[in-house]
């Protein structure tokens, strides 16, 4: 078998295969159909300082070859997560990484700090970029000044790996992956949905709820892709990408285009296993390829 394991800055990884906030729950959920150690790592839903209701129903409509949602981070806020959802995760033997997102720096900094306390969780993902809140989320990402405030006050409250998540719906994504790279973060993960939107022509009005939501799955692979590769070669910490990744053969264009570690989001809605089979299949394709290591591919079309 070929060695799968990766680092993003002091964060050991198993193998590169993480799941997206939002698709896989608390994890729990998931392990009647994986092996949850079997994993580089699984992003927890998002996580907010106060409990957020998220948006109104409908809030998820099918597209071709993807999906959209405007779920809007609907959780019960970092307390009850410290309270009672880490005690069931924090045994888990992979890396349990803890999505966070707010309305304001303070908030973002607040909350993080509420986890940074926590032993067993090594890392979160700075949500700056959820395109269904109507104050901040991608209101941060999609400015330089914007990212870097909320990285910024982070840093200065969490001592532990810091990814921050960007939004895909910016002119210059690599210029935003340098100032949050200029802050202090540790990696990048890339990319968040797309803003789009599906109309009921019978009823002649959205499909959801405030009208338009994050795309998501195979639609986005390619813009995603791309994006990867942009910031791989604009920075010089680690690149977590994502975006329609569905087979162990999209996993590894990822890789190749210069990502360090991969997350699988909407293909878990469609096969629950997924994530154990791109993880399987990645290794398969090094073997016949003669690769003793995956990081032998990693980044190799980046320059």
């Known amino acids: 078998m070929a060695k799968l394991s990766v680092n993003i800055g002091k964060l050991s990884l198993k193998n590169p295969v993480m799941t997206a906030s939002g698709t896989f729950g608390y994890g729990l959920?998931?392990?009647?159909?994986?092996?949850?150690?079997?994993?580089?790592?699984?992003?927890?839903?998002?996580?907010?300082?106060?409990?957020?209701?998220?948006?109104?129903?409908?809030?998820?409509?099918?597209?071709?070859?993807?999906?959209?949602?405007?779920?809007?981070?609907?959780?019960?806020?970092?307390?009850?997560?410290?309270?009672?959802?880490?005690p069931q995760v924090k045994d888990i033997d992979t890396n349990i990484i803890v999505n966070v997102s707010g309305s304001a720096p303070d908030d973002y900094a607040e909350c993080a700090a509420?986890?940074?306390?926590?032993?067993?969780?090594?890392?979160?993902?700075?949500?700056?970029?959820?395109?269904?809140?109507?104050?901040?989320?991608?209101?941060?990402?999609?400015?330089?000044?914007?990212?870097?405030?909320?990285?910024?006050?982070?840093?200065?409250?969490?001592?532990?790996?810091?990814?921050?998540?960007l939004s895909p719906?910016?002119?210059?994504?690599?210029?935003?992956?340098?100032?949050?790279?200029?802050?202090?973060?540790?990696?990048?993960?890339?990319?968040?949905?797309?803003?789009?939107?599906?109309?009921?022509?019978?009823?002649?009005?959205?499909?959801?709820?405030?009208?338009?939501?994050?795309?998501?799955?195979?639609?986005?692979?390619?813009?995603?892709?791309?994006?990867?590769?942009?910031?791989?070669?604009?920075?010089k910490i680690p690149v977590v990408g994502l975006g329609g990744i569905m087979t162990a053969e999209d996993a590894i264009e990822f890789l190749m285009a210069g990502a360090t570690a991969i997350e699988i989001g909407t293909a878990n809605f469609i096969d629950p296993t997924t994530t154990i089979k791109v993880r399987d299949g990645s290794n398969d394709w090094l073997d016949r390829h003669g690769c003793r290591s995956i990081q032998e591919i990693i980044g190799c079309v980046a320059p």
């Open 169 to 235: 719906n910016v002119t210059d994504i690599a210029e935003i992956a340098r100032a949050c790279e200029a802050e202090g973060a540790d990696s990048v993960s890339l990319i968040n949905t797309l803003m789009g939107m599906a109309i009921d022509i019978e009823k002649r009005r959205p499909v959801l709820s405030i009208a338009t939501g994050g795309l998501s799955g195979p639609a986005v692979k390619p813009v995603a892709l791309r994006m990867v590769w942009q910031v791989a070669k604009a920075v």
């Open 114 to 165: 509420r986890i940074d306390a926590l032993e067993k969780i090594p890392a979160i993902e700075l949500n700056i970029s959820c395109p269904n809140v109507k104050q901040g989320g991608m209101a941060f990402g999609t400015s330089v000044k914007g990212a870097a405030s909320v990285v910024k006050a982070v840093r200065e409250r969490y001592g532990k790996t810091l990814i921050v998540k």
């Open 29 to 86: 959920e998931f392990q009647d159909f994986v092996p949850l150690d079997g994993l580089g790592g699984i992003i927890v839903k998002g996580t907010t300082l106060h409990p957020r209701e998220g948006n109104d129903y409908p809030r998820m409509a099918e597209t071709a070859s993807g999906m959209l949602n405007c779920v809007g981070l609907q959780n019960k806020g970092v307390d009850e997560f410290c309270e009672k959802i880490y």
